[in-house]
């Protein structure tokens, strides 16, 4: 019985070791200059981030992903609080590369750069139940049915291309962060990221496009631009 335990204590601390390890911000410079991408892990949670810098020294911070972690030895996997899609990366020697991620970030190393963050953001405590009623009645067969558009549809920076043979990229400033195949049911446009391999739900209305479930950390009207 005491050899018992005494394994549940070490197996215990090894995990406590593992995670104390870990913890710290661990930054990605892409080869765009003007982007920084940055990991932050702080005991069960994290928070992923670009930080897109313009001419004239300012600089915008734009939440990726925000949830819960779980850390085995070296291996990380992310799980967002909002989408519930799962990442994993892989920590060693103060530096950590991602496997499963966000398009931009697949196989790429972070470095650590110093300690975390650990606030998180108040703009991903979504309301998923009001989210999910949006997309039971987008669903509805007797809604008024919305044209959908191919083309850009812009809003603050963000743009979503739909191109034919139904396929999509959604990017910031030029920098591609999803990127996969869609599809409509009545008035939910459905993106299917290849990267992550999970679906986003969107409602389509004239001429714009809702983000009811908030990729980006707060709902976006994508306005239709050009064909």
Avoid: W
Avoid at 153 to 172: D, T
């Amino acid at each position: 019985m005491k050899k018992v335990i005494y394994l549940i204590i070490t197996y215990i601390s090894i995990i406590n070791v593992s995670a104390q390890k870990v913890n710290g911000k661990f930054d990605y410079h892409s080869s765009n200059p003007e982007v920084i991408y940055s990991l932050e892990l702080f005991g069960k949670e994290y928070n992923l981030k670009a930080n897109q810098y313009f001419s004239g020294g300012s600089v915008a911070e734009v939440f990726l992903s925000s949830g819960f972690c779980k850390i085995k030895g070296n291996n990380i996997e992310l799980v967002d609080r909002v989408h519930k899609f799962k990442m994993t990366y892989t920590y060693s020697n103060n530096y950590i590369t991602a496997n499963s991620t966000l398009y931009p970030l697949l196989n790429k190393r972070f470095n650590r750069i110093g300690k975390a963050n650990t606030k998180v953001v108040d703009k991903f405590k979504l309301d998923v139940k009001i989210a999910n009623n949006i997309r039971l009645y987008n669903k509805k067969s007797n809604i008024i049915y919305h044209t959908l558009y191919y083309g850009n549809y812009l809003c603050q920076g963000y743009m979503l291309k739909l191109q034919n043979p139904f396929v999509f990229e959604y990017s910031y400033e030029g920098n591609v962060i999803l990127r996969g195949s869609f599809k409509r049911i009545h008035n939910e446009l459905q993106l299917y990221d290849y990267s992550l391999k999970h679906t986003f739900y969107f409602s389509i209305y004239d001429k714009t496009i809702i983000d009811n479930f908030l990729i980006f950390g707060y709902e976006l009207k994508l306005q239709f631009a050009v064909a």
